[in-house]
Each structure stands twice: as C-alpha cells, then as structure tokens.
C-alpha cells in the first residue's frame, strides 16, 4: 500500500507528463493549404517563397497543391465540394463570377485591423481590381502591362530607325506604327507571300481592348448596363485592326499566325520584327532569344495612349477554419520579402513600389521600365460576372473573324451586340453597386 507521500509524487508525475504532452500538442504547427499555378519556372519561384515563409513562421505549416492542369476548373470543383484550400491564387477575370457566391472571404476588415498591413505600399490600382460591391475579395500579388517588343537587328537591315520607349513620344503613333510595319514586312523569295511580317495581329482578350481605349472606346458602360461595342470610337478602333491584316497587310491572318506556331514563335524565329509583350515572358526573352532586342511603348493612339493592367491575386476561402494563419501567408506574400524573390528571379511587376526598382535590371540592354511607366497609362478591364459567356463564347470568336476576313468591325458588332446586351444583363460588373 503506497504512502501519502507517494501518492502526490505520482500526481505530481502525472501532472508534468500531462503538461508536457499539452505543451507538444501545443507546439505543433498549424497545416494550411495553398494553392496556385504556372510554369516549372514559376513554381520554382513559389517553393521558394513557400521555404521563406516557412523561416519566419515556424508555427504555420503550409501544404502547397501546384496546378498544371485547368486551375480555374479544379478550384471551382474543390469549393463546390467544400474542400476549397485555405489560401489561392486567381487570375482576376476567372475569379470575380465566384465572388457574389460567397465563395472568398472580404480581406477588408483583416487589412483595417492589422497595423502591420501597408495599404499605402501598393498601387491603388492594383488594389482597385480586387473590389467587388466594398470587398476587397484578394489582395495583388504581381502585375502585368503591355507593350512592344522588336528586333533590333530586323530592324537595322530594313534600314529604319527604332521605336521608342518613352509613352509620351507623339511621333510614334499609328499612322508612324503601320508605316513601320509595312517596311519590315519583306517578300524574300518573290513567291507573293511574305516570309517576314511587320507585327502579328492576333487575338488576345486584352489585346484588342487597347486599340479600342486608345480610340477612345469601352466594351461596355462602367456598371455593364449597356454594350458600348456599336459605338463610333469602338467600331473604327475594330476596323483598325482588321485593317492591318487586310488593308495594310502586316500581319498574316489569325489562321495564318496559327499555323505559324503564333507570334511568340514568330518572334522567336524572327518571322517578325514587332509583337507584343508581357512581363511574365521575360525570363524566356532572356533565356531563348540569341538576337538583339528590345522594348518600346505602344505607338499612341487618336485619343491617348493605354496599356491593359493585368494583376493576379490572393485570397482566402470563406471554408478556411484558419483565418489567422491563413491571413499570415496572404500577407506574406505581399510582403516586401517574398515581393522581393519574385522581382530578383525576373518574375512579373511587383505591385509594390518600394520592390519596382528590383524588376529593371541596369546591366541588361533592354529596357524593361517601359512595363513600369506603362503604369502611367494603365487602364482595368471592366470584367464581369457572365465574363466567359461574353468574351470566349461570343466576342473571341467573332473577333476571330474580323482578323479571318469574314465581315467589316461594324457587321461584327452588330451582329453580336444583341447577345452582349443579354448577358450583361444577367452580369454584374467590378463596379456594380
């Protein structure tokens, strides 16, 4: 029979084991999921922010899922099934139909109620994106801005002069563009078909929203009320387009790009001496071109000049039940230091400003601040709640079209503009109230 003595002695045990135990459980890190996708390159990248984040927060274990197929079809399958990941990267325009659904929490209140959250560190316009009806529904990670790329040394033989990169050059317009173009789109072999193009006209989503700014047009009103698409500013800036492939001929077609391998093969091959450009290419620009060349602004417009402002975000799931640790990795990510991986691996614009100077790179001889000032001209798109019904169901293909030689710009919109105007009436915009 155990004495009075070692019977406390033994609760005592018990008490520290128990302790020790709780303070084990305790000590364990909490597990969140995050999401996201690109390519090896870029998911290099996110290990590496991942690992960084890991130093700083040894408490918060982070379960990365990488994407490489549809990540827009596997997240929309993962929060209908209510196993959404904690933290995920959207693209802004497939990401704002799930907002009115709930599906991700508002950021606002853990922005408002953080002191360590610098609002004032980013552009507002990146910021701007991610509202939808007050919600601040993702915070911006990178950003991207447009503009021209060239061959330096299609251009020396053609015997003409480069184009600039300051945006407030009025001599490069689009009447000096097409002049350009028309000269570095070169028949070699006489065969009547050109073996060189000035620029490839192609589609893009963004693409043909910027000759349309540049005219002065819009897609549709700010609050999607009514399609702007038959308005006289937007008809000339479509048949502008058009008119490079058909009128002025510097451009294949869109089919003909197509069975080029499209225009960043194009350029790769030097098939033509002007494309466009986005940021996130640069790391491949660096790696794959043996050729000299470099950047330019967009020639201006009629009305003023413009860049598409394209920046992905960051957001929890309204499923998460780890909103701090959660809250911690979004932050993170913003932040100055993950910000700075990105910028110094070559990895898109920061949308903070105190990381910019860290993207230009002054030792190499293109210039890369033209992405950068391009900020100056930047305009959003006005996405919607019905965005793929409108644009890849209806306005991609006949734009498709318009570069095929099918209809003039005008028989274009009028014939889609009744199914634009139904839909945004079943949509609602960045700006709806």
Not at 238 to 265: C, V, W, Y
Not at 317 to 339: C, D, G, N, R
């Amino acid at each position: 029979m155990k004495s009075k003595r070692q019977v406390r002695m033994l609760a005592l045990i018990c008490c520290v084991l128990l302790a020790s135990a709780l303070s084990a459980v305790n000590s364990e890190p909490v597990t969140i999921t995050f999401s996201y996708w690109g390519s090896a390159h870029e998911h290099e990248i996110w290990t590496e922010v991942l690992e960084a984040f890991a130093q700083q927060h040894p408490d918060i274990r982070v379960d990365p899922l990488y994407v490489t197929g549809s990540y827009s079809s596997k997240m929309q399958v993962m929060i209908a099934a209510g196993n959404a990941p904690d933290v995920m990267n959207w693209e802004d325009k497939l990401g704002l139909p799930l907002v009115p659904t709930g599906a991700f929490m508002d950021l606002k209140p853990l922005m408002d109620k953080d002191p360590s959250f610098q609002r004032q560190a980013y552009y507002p316009i990146t910021l701007e994106d991610f509202q939808f009806k007050g919600q601040q529904w993702a915070l911006p990670w990178d950003f991207i801005t447009t503009c021209i790329i060239y061959n330096k040394e299609l251009f020396d033989g053609a015997g003409i002069g480069y184009p600039p990169y300051s945006w407030q050059d009025d001599r490069w317009n689009w009447q000096s563009f097409i002049e350009t173009a028309k000269k570095l789109t070169i028949d070699k072999d006489g065969d009547g078909i050109p073996d060189q193009w000035g620029f490839p006209n192609t589609y893009s989503w963004s693409r043909w929203r910027i000759w349309v700014w540049q005219n002065g047009g819009l897609d549709w009103e700010p609050t999607g009320t009514r399609s702007l698409l038959t308005s006289e500013p937007t008809v000339s800036a479509l048949q502008f387009i058009a008119d490079m492939t058909h009128l002025h001929r510097i451009s294949p077609t869109q089919a003909g790009i197509n069975q080029l391998g499209g225009e960043l093969k194009m350029f790769s091959e030097q098939r033509v001496g002007m494309a466009t450009a986005a940021a996130y290419n640069l790391p491949y620009f660096r790696e794959n071109f043996t050729f000299n060349w470099d950047l330019a602004a967009f020639a201006r417009g009629p009305v003023r000049n413009a860049s598409p402002l394209i920046p992905d975000g960051v957001t929890i799931s309204s499923q998460t039940k780890q909103v701090e640790q959660a809250w911690q990795l979004v932050k993170f990510i913003t932040s100055l230091s993950a910000q700075r991986i990105m910028a110094e691996r070559g990895y898109r614009i920061s949308p903070r400003r105190d990381v910019l100077a860290r993207f230009i790179t002054p030792l190499t001889p293109q210039k890369e601040e033209v992405w950068i000032e391009a900020v100056d001209h930047a305009i959003l798109t006005n996405y919607t709640t019905q965005w793929t019904r409108i644009e890849n169901e209806t306005i991609r293909p006949a734009i498709q079209g318009l570069l095929n030689g099918q209809y003039s710009a005008r028989q274009m919109v009028e014939q889609i503009n009744p199914r634009v105007e139904a839909l945004l009436a079943e949509a609602e915009t960045r700006f709806a109230k």
